[in-house]
């Protein structure tokens, strides 16, 4: 089970992150969150974190160019984007060498069944809670509706997962559940992370998941 935490932004804190060994750790681009990094947020501190923690930008419906400069500047390799990017977009993007994760909001069942326009594009993605602010709600979504989901993208699944959620989380049946992603419910304020709260969450959740022989 691969584990992202998101909506990082003070250098002693993301420090304490990378020695729980997430698989990803994700900083927002996105001007209109409480987690905006572009502006609070030393590049250097991303980028001398461990190779093996995939570092990912989160974008909200931002040009090929923005992202691309900003990925630079980061030393990010990975992008989740969150709005109405279009498959050309994620295409683009993949091309120019970046892991893509395409986000959906499922609603409705018609909400997965757009997922397929992307099969092929991306390297995962995430279904996550759908919320005026476009990500971070600290609320789950009706988790029944991701057994609608036929692709072959293995997903991760996102959206108010807290302490406690671990033994529901590894009952889940389904195949191509790949990793979830942790953000404002391990928070003390936004931004700011319980390295505590998560060490003991994350230890519970790979048990839990521990691929059995
Ligand atoms: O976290 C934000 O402020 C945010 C704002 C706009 C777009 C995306 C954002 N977060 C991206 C994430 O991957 C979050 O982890 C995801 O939305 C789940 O958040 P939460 O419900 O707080 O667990």
Request: proline share 6%; aromatic share 8%.
């Amino acid at each position: 089970m691969l584990i992202k935490v998101c909506g990082m932004l003070e250098p002693e804190n993301i420090r304490q992150l990378s020695t729980l060994k997430p698989d990803l750790i994700g900083f927002i681009f996105f001007p209109g969150s409480p987690r905006y990094a572009a502006s609070k947020l030393d590049p250097g501190v991303v980028k001398e974190l461990p190779a093996d923690i995939t570092k990912t930008g989160v974008f909200v419906n931002a040009g090929y160019e923005e992202i691309v400069k900003t990925a630079g500047l980061f030393g990010l390799n990975a992008v989740q984007l969150h709005g109405a990017e279009s498959p050309e977009m994620c295409r683009s993007l993949k091309a120019a060498g970046f892991k893509v994760i395409k986000v959906f909001h499922p609603k409705t069942q018609e909400d997965i069944t757009a997922c397929a326009a992307y099969e092929g594009l991306c390297d995962f993605f995430l279904f996550d809670t759908a919320s005026k602010a476009h990500g971070g709600s600290g609320r789950k979504f009706d988790w029944s509706l991701i057994g609608k989901y036929k692709g072959s993208t293995p997903f991760l699944l996102s959206g108010g997962i807290g302490p406690g959620d671990e033994e529901m989380i590894s009952r889940l049946q389904l195949p191509l559940l790949t990793g979830i992603d942790l953000n404002s419910r391990f928070e003390t304020a936004p931004g700011l992370k319980d390295i505590e709260h998560l060490r003991i969450f994350i230890e519970h959740i790979r048990k839990l998941t521990k691929t059995q022989v």
